[in-house]
């Protein structure tokens, strides 16, 4: 019998929720954003041709995940991830646990409060093909982009340059409280507090760089686009170690 879907013990509302929570846009006539409290999900799927479906990208913050479980549960909707990330997905395995010693700032320090505990989806997690290609979006490949976690993906679709960076990079300084909250327009690497190979989350910018994507949704912060983003990624591969890399931690090397 499969065991019972659920969640971490852990996951609880986390004290903090920037101005743009509550709030959605369309990006694209297929693309929908939504910010929950200080995460931003996708929603891929035209709404014109509603029998198709709809691909939700990312599960939002902890108060979220008793809804995406019932979701999965009633609908026996197929969940998809890197197979580096399924002891994650299935209650096997805890994330390492955040460390509140890196530089940045308030958010930083409460890093504590933030789950790493595993979930647990049951058969419904699968592993994406591994050619790159993506159940239901045939016009997207994802992108193994390790750094922030060892199965973090990207979505990348090449006939409009449109990506979905997750958190291999964000717009948003996401160590300090007051940029969290407000907004602030900045690029940035991964979260400093829950980044364990900055080495490989140097590797993963690097490659998403070179796609030259005309715009990116980004797991924090406003979406970038056109030349804002073209530049902003250059000077974060130039300048990796001063905007990304903590100067001390416990994941630092």
């Known amino acids: 019998m499969d065991q019972e879907m659920k ?10 929720t920037s101005i743009a929570s509550g ?16 995460v931003n ?20 913050m902890p108060a979220s995940a008793e809804a995406i479980i019932e979701l999965v549960k009633r609908w026996d909707v197929p969940v998809y991830a890197h197979d580096l990330e ?27 409060l933030f789950p790493n505990e595993p979930i647990n ?11 790159g290609s993506i159940p239901m979006l045939s016009d997207w490949r994802w992108i193994h982009t390790p750094g922030h976690t060892p199965g973090h993906i990207s979505f990348y679709r090449e006939a409009d340059r449109c990506l979905i960076a997750g958190d291999a990079f964000v717009t948003v300084q996401q160590e300090s409280i007051y940029k969290v909250l407000m907004q602030k327009h900045e690029i940035s690497g991964p979260p400093k507090y829950f980044t364990t190979d900055w080495e490989q989350a140097r590797q993963s ?20 686009t ?7 990624l250059r000077e974060l591969v130039e300048r990796f170690d001063e905007i990304a890399i903590p100067s001390s931690g416990k994941y630092v090397h």
């Open 226 to 232: 056109d030349e804002e983003l073209s530049l902003n």
């Open 7 to 16: 969640y971490g013990e852990d996951y609880t509302y986390l004290p903090a």
């Open 23 to 38: 709030k959605g846009k369309e990006l694209l006539p297929d693309i929908y954003c939504h910010t929950i409290q200080i």
């Open 41 to 60: 999900i996708c929603m891929i799927g035209n709404p014109h041709k509603q029998q198709e479906g709809w691909v939700l990208v990312d599960a939002g």
């Open 86 to 112: 399924l002891p994650y997905l299935t209650g096997k395995q805890a994330y390492p646990p955040p460390d509140p010693t890196v530089d940045g700032g308030l958010f930083a320090k409460l890093s504590p």
């Open 205 to 224: 910018v690097i490659k998403l760089q070179a796609l030259n994507p005309k715009i990116a949704v980004t797991g924090h912060g406003l979406p970038m």
């Open 121 to 131: 989806l049951g058969h419904h997690v699968k592993p994406f093909p591994s050619d």
